[in-house]
Structures are given as C-alpha cells and as structure tokens.
C-alpha cells in the first residue's frame, strides 16, 4: 500500500476510503453522512457503500462521495459488490454489526485495514441471539479498531475479543438550522393547535413503533395521566410493525395519547412540547435526547445504554419498564416550573460538552492515519 495522506500533499495520492453502511438506522445513517461530507471536504476520496434507497434518503452523493448499491443482505452477490467496490480501498469503515459481517466477508484474504463502529447494540433472543454473538466475534476480532457510540459498546467489543476498542466521537448531525430560542413563543400555537394541545400540557416521543421503545410501558402511564387536569397528550412520532397494536389500545381503553407516524419536523414538534419522553429497553446516543437538550425541553427518560453518560443530570431517568416511576416523574414535572426550568439550562450546558461534527470527523482521521501511514523500520 502506497503512502497515503488525508490532506493529500504534493505527491501523494488521497487516502481512498469505503464507508459501509447496511439498512441504517436514523442516527448511523446520518453520521455516515455527515462522515462522508467531513472527509470529502478534507480531501478524502471516499465511496458509500448502502442500499440505493439509503442515498435517496441521505444524499450520500451531494457530499462530494461516491455511492455504490449494496443490497443489505450477506448473499454471494451482495458481498461480491462490495469486495469489488473496496478493491482500491486503503481503509474501509463499516457501521453497525451486520454491515461489518459482510466488510469482513468482502475483504476476506485482504490486508485493507477494517475500523467498524457500533452505532447500537443488535438484539435477538433464542438461536437467533446466538449467531448474534458469533458475528460479533468474527466482527471484533478482524476489525484493527472497534469505536463504540458508548463505554458500554466499548466494553463489549473488549470483551468479546476487541484488538482495540475504543469510544467513538459521535456528533449529532445536521443541525444546521438553529433552534430560535429568542423566540420560542412563535411556532408554538401553530404546532400545538396541529397536534391538539392547545390548553393542555404536550409531551412528545420520538422513534420506531417497535419493542424496544416500550411503548407499551408509556400507555400504561397515560392512564395515569387521564385523572390530571388539564389532560397531557402524548404525541409519538414514528412507524413502525407495533401502530396497529399500540392504536387499538389507544382506542380500547381511551388514552390520551396520538400516533401521528414518521415526521421531518421533530426538532420543530420539541420546542412546542413541555415535556420529552424517551422510555426506550436500550439506547446509545440517542438522537432524541440530544435534540430535546439542545431545544431546551425537560426530558424524562429511561437510565439504560448510554444515555446516563449522554445526558448527566440534565434528565430525569426512570427504571426501564417501570410505568408507575414514568407516571410520577411526568407528574412531578409538570407540576414544578422552577424544575424544569433547570432541566433546561442543564440541558444547554449538558449539550454543549458533545462532540462537534469537526472533532468527529477528526478523531476518525487520527485513527484512520494510523492505520494507513507506514511504519518506520525497526
């Protein structure tokens, strides 16, 4: 392999990366981006490597990088397009586990040097938890480093046999429309006469309508809430295979809670809430909780993953699956103003300490130069 530079210098050629990510969540998917446009601008070459609706969603390509289509599957096909699109490689980055299995079926007999990130931690339960682990530990044990969105993730990639772990930078990305704090009254009506909050508190959940938000924890809490007075509607933005179970309970036992489906505008829908709630079984860094800190709104949410160490003491956290202590703490905060005020400017500090996407893109460099440059001889 020929020296490489991300600067590129006179007589050098850029560094050749391959980003690859598989179906993509939210947040891996937008960090990606956000990776691709950091490098490109610092003169890297770098490739994407996603399905084609991925790029349709996150314009890969508007960066200045190149998308290749890769199906999201492990099949021979799909492993040999992406062993074609690395075959220039000096580094590839793979995000999530099932995109770094098929990095590391793709680079099989190579020496381009793999870093994988994990954005999350995968889940199953029965036979399917077991080939879970096992792809980890193929995963772990070729990639030259593994950075994990939290120390936990770190711990686990070391423990499942991690050359080098280490904790991942992880900006939130795209905020490129600042949340007008000077003026917080104007878009409030509008948003909370659209969700049907005028005259009531508004508290507001963001993410897919699947097992592991808890959902099912966060209805058994609004029944609580009926017996306040005015009534909080809680208003969830996602899609998801649980709506038509979560809607017919709504309707079965007249919960004061909306399914209004997936929404572009949800940093928007926050600065008109009173309250966030993130009742999730798991999370890293999630994008909910940086975006409620970062408009300022008091957030209540589950102590699991990484969200103790995301939001310090800037949220209110509650047991996983403990519907009751969700109940109180909402209670308790809509009924003290002096607290939630502080909730706020904790937030705002708390927000701050966060890594910018500059100092993500430039620890991923540092760990990309010293992957690729040459070593000096002994």
Not at 254 to 283: I, K, N, Q
Request: glycine share 8%; hydrophobic share 40%.
């Amino acid at each position: 392999m020929s020296p490489v530079s991300s600067n590129a210098p006179h007589g050098q050629s850029p560094l050749r990366t391959v980003q690859v990510l598989g179906g993509g969540n939210a947040g891996s998917s937008a960090h990606v981006r956000s990776l691709a446009e950091g490098l490109v601008a610092r003169g890297v070459r770098v490739t994407v490597c996603a399905p084609v609706e991925a790029d349709h969603a996150y314009d890969f390509t508007g960066t200045g990088a190149d998308h290749v289509h890769v199906p999201r599957s492990s099949d021979p096909a799909s492993v040999a397009a992406l062993r074609a699109a690395c075959a220039d490689a000096d580094l590839v980055h793979a995000h999530g586990l099932h995109a770094s299995f098929r990095a590391v079926l793709a680079l099989s007999g190579r020496r381009t040097p793999l870093v994988v990130t994990w954005h999350n931690r995968a889940r199953a339960e029965g036979a399917r938890a077991h080939l879970l682990r096992l792809l980890e530990r193929r995963v772990v044990r070729t990639a030259a480093v593994v950075l994990g969105t939290t120390s936990d993730l770190v711990d686990r990639a070391r423990r499942t046999g991690a050359r080098d772990a280490r904790l991942a930078a992880v900006a939130l990305p795209g905020r490129r429309r600042p949340v007008d704090h000077d003026d917080p009254d104007r878009l409030r009506p509008k948003i909370r006469a659209e969700l049907g909050a005028t005259g009531r508190p508004l508290l507001m959940a963001v993410g897919s309508l699947d097992r592991q938000r808890g959902y099912d924890v966060l209805l058994d809490a609004a029944r609580t809430w009926r017996d306040l007075n005015p009534v909080p509607l809680v208003v969830v933005a996602g899609e998801g295979p649980l709506r038509p179970v979560l809607q017919r309970r709504i309707e079965n036992e007249e919960l004061p809670v909306r399914l209004v489906g997936r929404r572009e505008d949800v940093p928007e829908l926050l600065t008109a809430a009173d309250l966030a709630l993130l009742t999730s079984s798991w999370e890293s860094r999630s994008v909910l909780a940086q975006e409620a800190l970062h408009a300022r709104v008091p957030l209540v949410a589950t102590r699991v993953g990484g969200i103790p160490d995301l939001v310090g003491d800037a949220a209110e956290l509650v047991p996983y699956g403990d519907a009751e202590s969700l109940a109180d703490a909402v209670v308790r905060l809509l009924a003290d103003p002096e607290r939630r005020e502080q909730l706020r400017q904790w937030g705002a500090r708390q927000a701050a300490t966060w890594p910018t996407e500059d100092e993500t893109v430039a620890q991923v460099l540092n760990v990309y130069d010293e992957l690729t440059q040459p070593r000096p001889l002994a």
